[in-house]
């Protein structure tokens, strides 16, 4: 009850924050749909920068498990980094598409109000049919970004397991024991690139049509 109850809290500030600030940039002459527009990329950026995180982060791996000598110490820490980065990586992506949710929910309200203000049937009509494309190219848009997160958690609980194992492991015969993940990990990170790259080429597309 207490988690939820915080958790409550949390969801409430954070609303509470992006009110405030799609307010600011709408006093400053910024329409929501050019908020959004802004924002899309701003999460398109942040998958592609944590696509490069997650590659890199598996050619660190790679390396590990191909360890023939060396301090082990080093090789903990470098893998290590590599997973703080990418959690921090997919911590962001996470963040821009909740901003993109937030304004789009925004956009699509105000757009539905402003549809009984017409006078003109024909501009209301073309109005409405617009609003309707708009909206189902953005669920696509939506879907693959939440796909492309979702797919995210995977490769983080195995690179977790990884670096919690060898953190008490120090030692050779650990590390050849990490040889029997690497197809898994190989396969997690692909399946990963593969749907943040659907989710690029949705947005690159929507942020195209909206301009």
Same mark, same amino acid.
């Given at each position: ?7 409550? $809290? ?27 527009v ?8 942040a ?11 598996? /050619?660190?791996? /790679? ?18 980094? /590599?997973?703080? =980065? ?17 304004v ?25 049919k /617009? $609003? ?7 669920s ?14 995977? #490769? ?9 194992? $060898? ?21 997690? #990170?692909?399946?990963?690139? =593969? ?7 949705e ?9």
């Amino acid at each position: 009850m207490k988690n939820l109850l915080i958790a409550c $809290l949390l969801m409430v500030t954070l609303t509470g924050c992006e009110t405030v600030k799609l307010g600011a940039l709408e006093q400053l002459g910024y329409e929501k749909r050019d908020v959004l527009v802004g924002r899309i990329e701003k999460a398109r950026d942040a998958q592609l920068d944590a696509k490069e995180q997650f590659e890199n982060a598996l /050619q660190e791996f /790679q390396s590990v498990v191909k360890f023939d000598g060396g301090e082990l110490e080093k090789t903990y820490n470098r893998l290590s980094d /590599q997973y703080d =980065a990418s959690k921090e990586a997919a911590e962001d992506v996470s963040e821009r598409i909740d901003s993109v949710e937030y304004v789009a929910e925004k956009l699509f309200d105000e757009w539905r109000e402003e549809l009984e203000q017409y006078s003109n049937a024909d501009f209301k009509r073309k109005s409405q049919k /617009q $609003l309707y494309e708009t909206r189902r190219q953005y669920s696509g848009l939506i879907s693959a970004m939440r796909k492309a997160e979702s797919s995210i958690q995977p #490769v983080l609980t195995v690179f977790n397991d990884q670096v919690l194992f $060898l953190k008490h492991n120090l030692n050779a015969r650990a590390i050849a024991s990490l040889k029997g993940e690497l197809s898994t990990i190989e396969s997690n #990170v692909g399946n990963l690139i =593969a749907e943040m790259n659907k989710s690029i080429s949705e947005a690159n597309e929507f942020i195209s049509t909206m301009r």
